[in-house]
């Protein structure tokens, strides 16, 4: 089979490791929800995610500002609202109410929780280094929360353009890790 050329802007859906999620933020009384697909593990205890929030976007100032967000991982019942919540700015659009998203009080963190996601990971700016060369977070994940009803939750994989995969199928395979 003969393979062809790549654009390299479409690279990025080769790769995307993880579940979109929603990225609440909040600063001096402003809160903001923004989609965010381009983010990765960097270390499991204390949890470490990477993530990159473009300049262009509000949720950056905010989350720059106050060196906290929650990372909300939502299921496909929600994409509808995650496309929504990524295609407009919440510059101009209180983004909770307009896609029918509850703000809940975090516990660690003065962003809020949106509760009809099926996790929620409670974050701090870990370090600062690489942000304003790269617009590059590094998280600290500093508490998590699960719904414990939801056991295979089908949650949404960006691909680039518009196009998303859905979790599915999960398979076990002999481990030696803990």
Known sequence: MAKKSLAL???????EPGPVVLVTTQHKGRANVMTMSWHTMMEFEPPLVGCVV???NFSFGLL???RECVLNIPTVELAKQVVGVGNCSGRRVDK???FGLTAVPAKEVGAPLIRECYANLECRVANARWIARYNFFVLEVVKAWI???QKDPRTLHHRGYGAFMVAGETIRLTSRMR
């Open 9 to 15: 802007a479409r690279v990025y859906g080769l790769l």
């Open 54 to 56: 473009s300049g262009r």
């Open 64 to 66: 720059n500002a106050s």
């Open 96 to 98: 909770f109410a307009k």
């Open 147 to 149: 719904d414990p009803a």
